[in-house]
């Protein structure tokens, strides 16, 4: 378990990483350039991790239409991301798509016919009330786009949903090699209109992206393959924590007193879901009752 918790905080390192480099790029590439890149050079290092050892297992799947889907609602969000960028910083688009956690709990009533209980209703709207106090209405961050890290955090979580209705019916390796392919194929075919050719620092950029960002879902499948998701799933929010400090060391932007009391308002109530529904769980599985 403790190597899985070490794998979790791996991951939450390169996926910041990752970030930090999109919003760097962003400043001389266009956002569907990088998205391209950023897939293109994920699906070829997953391809040489992995294909000489699965070979064709890697690419067969017995529900591509669900792979499809699921590839492309992951490309708007992290496009919804990577846009959210070029306007705010670093530390504070994270927080404001953390808020996925709250999202999906209340998008399962209706998708997948969960039942929630009071109390995670009560996470989502303190989650949403620290909305509020992070963007601070009339505040420097209050601007249309907050809505890109918020539009992230509902696709996320509708690919969360997706991922999990479906989740086991192809490999975790295969799953990641579609979306790779998937997001690649439809980035393309936006480069004719939105195309600037890098120069080396692009290309280098766009590769290390790709390099970290497939890193970085390797290192998430081996978590899981080692500690249950309710486990890991507290420790995923030491992302912000990586992204507040490379927003510090690589932007010289520290998040004001009521940007981090509304992130660690974010992140508190974030915690406390993840909490409710593995205690659900539990109790599921022992015949209790949690409420």
């Keep these: 378990m403790g190597r899985g918790i070490a794998l979790i905080l791996a991951t939450?390192?390169?996926?910041?990483?990752?970030?930090?480099?999109?919003?760097?790029?962003?400043?001389?590439?266009?956002?569907?350039?990088?998205?391209?890149?950023?897939?293109?050079?994920?699906?070829?290092?997953?391809?040489?991790?992995m294909g000489p050892k699965l070979k064709f297992d890697l690419v067969r799947t017995a529900h591509p239409g669900m792979q499809i889907l699921r590839a492309l609602i992951l490309?708007?969000?992290?496009?919804?991301?990577?846009?959210?960028?070029?306007?705010?910083?670093?530390?504070?688009?994270?927080?404001?798509?953390?808020?996925?956690?709250?999202?999906?709990?209340?998008?399962?009533?209706?998708?997948?016919?969960?039942?929630?209980?009071?109390?995670?209703?009560?996470?989502?709207?303190?989650?949403?009330?620290?909305?509020?106090?992070?963007?601070?209405?009339?505040?420097?961050?209050?601007?249309?786009?907050?809505?890109?890290?918020?539009g992230c955090a509902v696709t996320y979580a509708l690919f969360q949903i997706i991922t999990r209705k479906y989740a086991g019916r192809d490999s975790a390796y295969t799953t990641h090699f579609w979306t790779a392919l998937v997001c690649t194929i439809l980035a393309s075919c936006t480069l004719p209109f939105f195309w600037k050719t890098p120069d080396l620092w692009g290309w280098l950029a766009l590769i290390a992206m790709g390099l970290v960002g497939g890193g970085g879902h390797y290192l998430l499948i081996r978590a899981y393959e080692n500690a249950p998701p309710s486990t890991l799933a507290p420790f995923s929010y030491a992302q912000l924590v990586w992204a507040t400090c490379l927003s510090w060391l690589v932007f010289d932007h520290i998040p004001d007193a009521g940007s981090l009391f509304g992130m660690a308002i974010i992140v508190s109530a974030g915690l406390f879901a993840v909490w409710t529904q593995r205690r659900k769980m539990r109790a599921n599985e022992q015949g209790i009752a949690t409420d």
């Design 12 to 49: 939450t390192a390169c996926f910041a990483t990752l970030d930090t480099l999109s919003k760097l790029t962003n400043r001389h590439l266009p956002v569907n350039e990088i998205m391209w890149g950023r897939y293109l050079f994920h699906g070829v290092a997953l391809t040489l991790l």
């Design 75 to 150: 490309l708007v969000s992290s496009t919804l991301f990577v846009a959210a960028l070029v306007y705010l910083p670093l530390a504070e688009a994270a927080a404001l798509s953390f808020v996925s956690p709250l999202v999906l709990t209340a998008l399962s009533v209706p998708l997948l016919g969960d039942k929630v209980r009071p109390s995670q209703w009560i996470a989502v709207a303190v989650g949403f009330a620290g909305v509020l106090v992070l963007i601070r209405p009339g505040g420097k961050l209050f601007d249309i786009a907050t809505l890109l890290p918020m």
